[in-house]
């Protein structure tokens, strides 16, 4: 049975993974308002939660974005009607 | 119909965004039983597109995720949340995909989202819940006029004509800051090389508007300010 306050922690958790994906690693307002709202909650858990949050590896911390060269790309459809959204490309 | 929505990173600009098309097959002969429907679709016979959400000019940039839904045309919004609730169920599974009658969903995102795909997916359903309530696009607005000349240095001069000001001036809700930009040939000329075609970047700064609401305003036209030929227009008529 976990608390509110752990769920809180791993909502909130889940959002950060999101906003650093979206940003692709770098910093942002978002980013700032998710972790002041972790560091809420992590106030409220329990020692015990706080072991389990502890003895995770941590998943939200990776920063670093990926960079291929060729990924899915998406084309110019407005400039180029009834072609495919997205193509395998060199990434502009 | 296939509705899309994907979110795109331009290494140029250092942004994202999520963008949104809707487009219909009006008639054309497309098996919505198959199996690979959604496929041929998306990868073949998109359609014509009628309505788009835009935050970052399309073409060339990194696909960060995509949420596809394809189906014969004038799916009521029901079961088109039937089938984005069946996607989202799914979201764990390889491949991601989840079919109800003849309209089918997928899902797919470059790694790192480890556990959160949830709330991505749910921005892209947003997109394109919003899109199919929007209108769509008719064509019937005359494109904004932008002149093409030279300037005092010889260089390119890029100016919004006075109608076209007031038009972006009325949707925008503002003056515009600048009616003219203006450039050095060689510039344009190595800045297209390049990036390709400068016109919706010059556009978007000369109105003020969001590539979206210049889109809804009927595109721009690039005219040349002496002879009057039409130069250019983005999107291209028909788009």
Do not use: K
Not at chain 2, 29 to 42: E, F, Q
Not at chain 2, 141 to 161: F, H, I, K, M, N
Request: charged share 30%.
């Amino acid at each position: 049975m976990t608390s509110p306050a752990y769920e809180d922690y791993r909502r909130h958790e889940r959002h950060l993974i999101h906003v650093r994906w979206v940003n692709r690693g770098a910093a942002s307002p978002q980013e700032d308002e998710v972790l002041d709202a972790m560091e809420e909650a992590w106030t409220r858990l329990t020692e015990d939660e706080r072991r389990v949050v502890d003895a995770e590896p941590p998943r939200s911390l990776i920063r670093e974005p990926p960079a291929p060269r060729r990924a899915l790309t998406d084309r110019d459809i407005l400039d180029a009607p009834r072609t495919p959204v997205r193509a395998l490309g060199e990434v502009a | 119909m296939y509705a899309t929505a994907h979110r795109v990173y331009s290494r140029r600009r250092d942004r994202q965004g999520v963008n949104a098309f809707l487009h219909v097959h009006e008639g054309q002969s497309i098996d919505w039983d198959a199996p690979d429907a959604l496929d041929r679709v998306a990868d073949a016979e998109p359609g014509r597109c009628v309505a788009e959400r835009i935050l970052l000019l399309p073409g060339g940039n990194e696909v960060m995720s995509y949420l596809d839904l394809a189906g014969p045309d004038g799916q009521p919004v029901a079961t088109v949340q039937e089938v984005l609730a069946a996607c989202r169920e799914r979201l764990g599974e390889r491949p991601q995909r989840a079919r109800i009658g003849q309209v089918s969903g997928r899902f797919g995102c470059v790694a790192g989202l480890r556990g959160a795909e949830e709330l991505e997916f749910d921005e892209l359903a947003a997109a394109l819940l919003a899109l199919l309530s929007s209108p769509r696009r008719t064509g019937a607005s005359s494109p904004l006029r932008v002149l093409v000349g030279t300037d005092a240095a010889g260089g390119v001069e890029y100016r919004l004509d006075a109608e076209s000001a007031e038009r972006a001036r009325r949707a925008t809700g503002q003056p515009r800051e600048r009616l003219s930009v203006g450039a050095a040939r060689d510039v344009v000329e190595e800045f297209e090389r390049l990036y390709g075609d400068l016109g919706p970047e010059l556009a978007l700064v000369l109105t003020g508007l969001s590539a979206d609401d210049l889109v809804a305003a009927g595109g721009v036209r690039f005219v040349d300010a002496r002879s009057g030929r039409t130069l250019r227009e983005w999107p291209r008529p028909g788009a």
